[in-house]
């Protein structure tokens, strides 16, 4: 019990230390101020705005409480997936476009997570570019939910977490390289205004044939298989100039307790009957379709 405590208490001490060091990172979400790390409790504007630094070793920097459905189970399921090594190639090639696009001279390389969730995908690419660069890049992972981003702090990793609201990032203008946006909602406007100017935004977008055994087996061709991003592209493409783009296809053979996390993690999963949600998390192991494209993007 004691052991826990002390394990407990490093893990937040640890937290903390990268905090400060890199406070100059971040600004007030409320009034844009900078702000100071208070050893241990708080994380303060020089205008007084105060949050708080929780004892799982993260800054809470929401100005109002969210309106969040997932639970701590969907982020679970999520990193069980992780581990599976289900999203394995996609993040080896977005380590590597990182790699490709980036100015030989861009120190220090900083990476914010825009809708981190549990983090998995941003501790993956910092550790893959530290293999590739010999550089260890900061990390910021924001997510809404508090759930994903409690789960997030358990690791060990060069990355500091905040439950913080992407309509009001809580960082400075211009302060990181590369912008992460896997998978998740978008606010172009703050991602334009914390990019380096020569820094690169990254999007990753479900493409047509995403995990199309599962949508077969729950919804029986009932849902239009004629899925399109083309307005997400065209969105995309309307705040930064496009450099690149390239889709990642391939399948995974699952296993049974895999199939019931990527039916638990994915919406598709919700509002089917539970007799096809049965039948599909009944199957031994099954083949699954993983198919997304990755856009690249600067500012114009
Ligand atoms: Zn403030």
Not at 55 to 80: C, E, I, M, W
Not at 254 to 270: C, D, G, I
Request: net charge positive; hydrophobic share 35%.
């Amino acid at each position: 019990m004691g052991c826990f405590f002390v394990s407990k208490n490093e893990k937040k001490l640890e937290r903390f230390h990268l905090l400060a060091q890199h406070e100059h990172v971040f600004a007030c979400p409320l009034c844009s101020k900078p702000m100071k790390a208070i050893p241990n409790t708080s994380f303060v504007c020089s205008s007084g705005h105060c949050f708080d630094f929780a004892k799982h070793g993260y800054v809470n920097l929401l100005t109002r409480p969210p309106k969040t459905k997932y639970d701590t189970s969907l982020f679970a399921a999520r990193q069980h997936m992780n581990a599976s090594g289900f999203f394995e190639p996609l993040i080896s090639r977005i380590s590597q476009g990182i790699h490709q696009n980036m100015p030989p001279h861009l120190e220090p390389l900083r990476l914010l997570d825009a809708g981190c969730g549990e983090g998995s995908h941003l501790v993956s690419i910092q550790q893959n570019i530290l293999e590739r660069t010999k550089i260890a890049p900061l990390g910021v992972g924001l997510d809404i939910s508090k759930e994903g981003i409690k789960i997030a702090a358990k690791r060990s990793s060069n990355t500091i977490w905040c439950v913080a609201d992407l309509a009001r990032c809580p960082v400075m203008d211009r302060s990181f390289s590369v912008i992460l946006n896997l998978l998740s909602p978008s606010n172009y406007d703050e991602f334009h205004r914390i990019l380096a100017d020569d820094g690169i935004v990254i999007k990753v977008i479900p493409e047509s044939h995403y995990l199309q055994e599962l949508r077969e087996a729950l919804h029986q061709h009932t849902l239009r298989d004629t899925y399109s991003n083309k307005r997400i592209q065209e969105l995309f493409k309307r705040h930064f100039s496009l450099i690149g783009m390239e889709r990642v296809t391939y399948s995974i053979l699952l296993q049974k307790e895999e199939l019931h996390s990527l039916a638990r993690m994915t919406p598709l999963s919700w509002g089917t009957s539970d007799a096809l949600l049965q039948r599909w998390t009944n199957q031994e192991q099954a083949e699954v379709t993983v198919d997304f494209s990755i856009l690249y993007g600067k500012k114009g």
